[in-house]
Nanobody, 119 residues
Framework: QVQLVESGGGLVQAGGSLRLSCVAS????????MGWYRQAPGKQRELVAT???????NYADSVKGRFTISRGNAKKTVYLQMNSLKPEDTAVYYC?????????????WGQGTQVTVSS
């Protein structure tokens, strides 16, 4: 069973910073991509940033220049450094993984971590 453990959410004032971490379990065989999505109350879940196994990154326009996604040395950890936070960044942030097992592709999600930015 795939397991993603997220940490680093919290309450911060506008203009502040937070760093989210997500660790995937060792049982995941072949990770192709990891990333972060977020969901604000009453809104659909949306992409924040992703990073592939070859370190290619993709960001939502709303976070470009403020957020940075990176992978840990173990390659089963992903970080999201969030700077210059705005109240509109308030949401539950979900870690996401796409992996391949037995030639089939699978996706999985973490439980989510709350990020609240006060004005």
């Amino acid at each position: 069973q795939v397991q993603l453990v997220e940490s680093g959410g919290g309450l911060v004032q506008a203009g502040g910073s937070l760093r989210l971490s997500c660790v995937a379990s060792e049982s995941i065989p072949n990770i192709k991509l990891m990333g972060w999505y977020r969901q604000a109350p009453g809104k659909q879940r949306e992409l924040v940033a992703t990073i592939t196994s070859t370190d290619s990154t993709n960001y939502a326009d709303s976070v470009k220049g403020r957020f940075t996604i990176s992978r840990g040395n173990a390659k089963k950890t992903v970080y999201l450094q969030m700077n210059s936070l705005k109240p509109e960044d308030t949401a539950v942030y979900y870690c996401y993984v796409r992996f391949v097992e037995m030639l089939a592709e699978f996706n999985d999600w973490g439980q989510g971590t709350q990020v609240t930015v006060s004005s």
